[in-house]
């Protein structure tokens, strides 16, 4: 009786119907073949790109040195060490843009280098300095400084695309870290102690502080372009200021500062005197320049 049975393709079968397959291109997904090995140079690395975050990390350092020197009474280089981080914290997003290396890495990277720089650091500093006279008030203004420049910090990165590029949305923490250093350098080079200044370095602490959580719209310089041509004076008004700066750089930064701090709440009640809004949120989705930087 003869069998209704199929045979089983021997392994030549096999081997002549993949090669078959294999030379048909309409059957070639573009997947490697199993245990073929992936040429090295299809492998692609992750890195971070090492200039701009160099300029991060050196202002991350800057501010952790701030606190090293106030911890050993050192209050002045604790003070020029946080104006070192602003520096510092200017260039990195300025190279990153010039050299093409901007990344979602770096603009993490920066903001948790400000949190340390302009947050942490400055109250520390203030606190060491002066504030622990005043016990638990002391405290609580340092607090109060160093949660408003993490708030700051973090509505800068989650209102980044519609916020006007022209104007910060409260002080921003570099300015802020500038008052409080600026002010215990200034005293410091008068050789004043903290503790005969303990409520004024409240009042800073806790204006810093407030200020950088507010609504109040500064001038964020950005609509300024170095490739416009400018008047005569302006170069002459910039060598004076240079000089200014090299004849007493505390009382004259200082001084600089204090100016913006309240420039800001000088444009905010001239635009409530005109009836015109003080947002800065803008309905525009462009993405303004310094995308991380300077929160």
């Known amino acids: 009786m003869a069998r209704n049975v199929s045979r089983l393709p021997d392994s030549r079968t096999r081997v002549r119907t993949r090669a078959a ?9 573009g997947l490697p ?9 299809g492998r692609r690395r992750r890195g971070i790109f090492l200039l701009p975050n160099s300029f ?3 202002a991350l350092f800057a501010g952790f040195y701030a606190v090293v020197m106030a911890m050993g009474h050192d209050f002045e280089r604790a003070a020029t060490a946080i104006f070192a981080a602003m520096v510092l914290d200017s260039l990195d997003g300025r190279v990153a843009r010039l050299t093409h290396t901007q990344s979602e890495f770096g603009a993490q990277f920066d903001s948790l280098a400000d949190m340390v720089s302009f947050g942490a650091a400055p109250a ?22 160093c949660a408003g420049a993490a708030l700051r910090l973090a509505r800068f990165n989650t209102n980044i695309g519609v916020v006007d590029k022209s104007y ?8 802020a ?18 503790s005969h200044v303990t409520w004024g370095a409240f009042a800073v602490t806790a204006f810093a502080g407030v200020s950088m959580v507010t609504n109040v719209p500064f001038y964020s310089f950005k609509a300024v372009s170095l490739r416009r041509s400018v008047p005569f004076i302006t ?18 930064l200082f001084g600089l500062f204090c100016v913006y701090a309240l420039s800001g709440y000088g444009v905010y009640l001239w635009r409530r005197m005109q009836g015109r809004s003080v947002s800065v949120i803008s309905t525009s989705t462009d993405e303004p320049d310094e995308r991380g930087l300077h929160g």
């Open 168 to 175: 910060f949305q409260g002080l921003p923490s570099p300015a």
């Open 56 to 58: 991060t990390a050196a």
């Open 33 to 41: 073949d199993p245990g073929e090995d992936l040429p090295r140079s």
């Open 177 to 194: 870290a500038a008052l409080v250093a600026g002010f215990i350098w200034v005293l410091s080079d008068s050789q004043i102690s903290g």
């Open 235 to 252: 170069l002459f008004l910039i060598v004076l200021l240079i000089g200014l700066i090299a004849y007493r750089p505390p009382l004259v």
């Open 21 to 29: 397959h294999d030379d048909d291109p309409a059957l070639d997904p």
């Open 124 to 145: 520390l500093v203030m606190y060491q300095w002066s504030l622990h006279g005043l016990g638990k008030l002391g405290w609580l203004a340092a607090f109060v400084y």
